[in-house]
């Protein structure tokens, strides 16, 4: 008995159990074939790789909201806040210590979006960079309002004031000069009314305290510091205790 030969498919095919196209499929297949390479001569592989890198780029996480926070502190930045700004940028390694500039919390929101990071870890970073930002500017203004407080002091010296007059010149100098650096700031930010009444009473009265410890300093022979942050902690106090007792001022402020 003999095995019969159909469509060029041998014994030993059949033997072996080898995988045989039959022509049919091969037409199939040359037809697949011969439509791929016209659909790529149709839109040239330039096509089907923009395809696969807009597929590999596309974000993975909505930060719409980080990036409208974002922008919001960078609005409130003025002269000073872009001057610091600027410096945290320039100089890297002061990341290391938590003070990071613009380009690493833009690099931090990208991360977001492609999904390397979590949304809350890209907000904290946010959080942090404002932070600092609005710390930087006000221990920037506060020196400066001391500089101009010194150069006054020094160069009334001559006249040989008492102590009581020297105190209370370094406070108004101190008061003068800290509400115009504030008001200064808060006129070269992009925010349309950020300076009010408040922070300007606020502004004087955390001058008024730097003057007069720079007064006092002169008479002891050497200025006394004053932490940024705790000077600001007490002169919002006495803002707060001159509202709550006197209703006309609240009003005004």
Same mark, same amino acid.
Request: aromatic content about 2%.
């Given at each position: 008995m003999s095995l019969n030969v159909s469509n060029g498919i041998g014994v030993n095919d059949v033997y072996f159990g080898r995988n045989v196209t039959r022509p049919d499929e091969l037409q199939q297949t040359d037809n697949n074939s011969i439509l791929e390479d016209e659909t790529h001569k149709s839109y040239g592989s330039d096509f089907f790789e923009a395809q696969n890198t807009e597929a590999e780029t596309e974000p993975k996480q909505n930060v719409d909201e980080l990036k409208a926070e974002y922008e919001e502190i960078k609005k409130e930045q003025g002269f000073v806040g872009k001057s610091w700004n600027w410096i945290k940028n320039k100089l890297p390694f002061l990341s290391k210590i938590g003070c990071d500039g613009s380009d690493k919390i833009e690099e931090i929101i990208a991360q977001a979006e492609r999904g390397e990071i979590s949304k809350e870890e890209a907000q904290e970073a946010i959080e942090k960079y404002g932070k600092n930002q609005g710390v930087g500017t006000e221990v920037a203004l506060d020196v400066g309002t001391g %500089?101009?407080? =010194? &150069?006054? %002091? %020094?160069?009334?010296?001559?006249?040989?004031?008492?102590t009581a007059?020297?105190? =209370?010149?370094? &406070?108004?100098?101190? &008061?003068?000069?800290?509400?115009?650096? =504030?008001? &200064?700031e808060a006129g070269t930010n992009e925010v349309e009314g950020d300076y009010s009444a408040r922070d300007g009473l606020i502004d004087g009265i955390k001058g008024a305290i730097i003057g007069a410890a720079k007064g006092a300093g002169k008479i002891l022979g050497g200025f006394i510091p004053k932490p940024a942050k705790e000077i600001k902690k007490v002169s919002e106090q006495v803002v707060d205790n001159m509202e709550s007792t006197n209703p006309f001022l609240a009003m005004a402020v």
């Open positions: %500089l101009i407080v =010194g &150069a006054v %002091l %020094l160069l009334s010296g001559p006249l040989g004031w008492g007059a020297i105190i =209370g010149i370094g &406070a108004a100098v101190g &008061a003068v000069s800290r509400i115009g650096l =504030g008001a &200064a």
